[in-house]
């Protein structure tokens, strides 16, 4: 099955820093939030017919990693468009305004 996703991976040189400055719980609790604030935001902006791509939506986190996916089986192809129709895009602009703010936080938690 085809799906569209946007994932979050690594962090290993920031998680290794967090450990050492005793932030990195903090760190994974402004990830969880931003994998579904991600969620949220390109669940909005999902074009809605039939209700099926909104609704396949799926979040994910695990320790220091987080996948916004869609399962649809033309997810991709609405997100990205073909030859034939322009991309319809509403997980990277949720993904892009979401990471700003991550940062921006990530930031501000470590200077406090």
Known sequence: MASNGISIEGMDRLEARLQRIGRLEKAQTQLK???SDIGAKSQAKAP??????????HTTYVYNSG?????????YFVDEGTRYMAGRHYLKPAFY???Q????????DLLT
Do not use: C, Q, W
């Open 33 to 35: 939030a931003s994998i």
């Open 48 to 57: 809605y017919r039939t209700g099926r791509l909104k609704h396949s939506m």
């Open 67 to 75: 996948t916004v996916e869609y399962t649809a089986p033309y997810a």
């Open 97 to 99: 305004e979401e990471r």
């Open 101 to 108: 703010k991550f940062i921006s936080n990530i930031r501000k």
